[in-house]
């Protein structure tokens, strides 16, 4: 029957939610130092790009637009209130997002196959 298929693998789902909640907040905490390293990581990483890319997007485009704009129109007091809508709100956590994801994301493989091949097994979380 479809419909008992589809009402058990709901059930598993729901088990192992719960089973993975429980271990999430119960201790021993196995996966604290591995995440700390892997942020740590991710951050040592990112850093000078995020920096970068945040002066380069969010500084420099919505600021001399917004300029121009708010200067043909005699209001250039309101470039703080716009400049604080474009980068903050919606430029800069779309510029962290891609930077992250394309730095740390593309090193953490690298750095799981390069410890595999050498045996050195630093990068355990992935093959648990």
Known sequence: MPAKSFFEQVGD?????????VSAVKPPYPYGEEFIGQFLFALRLCWFPLLISTVAICFGAPGLQAANFLSLVGALDRLGGFF??????EIAP??????????????????????????????RASWR
Do not use: D, E, Q, Y
């Open 84 to 89: 604080v809508l474009a980068a903050i709100r």
């Open 13 to 21: 789902m729901m088990i192992l939610t719960a089973r993975t909640l």
């Open 94 to 123: 779309f510029v962290t997002a891609v930077v992250v994801a394309g730095v740390a994301g593309t090193a953490t493989p690298s750095r799981c196959s390069a410890s595999t091949r050498s045996r050195t097994w630093s990068c």
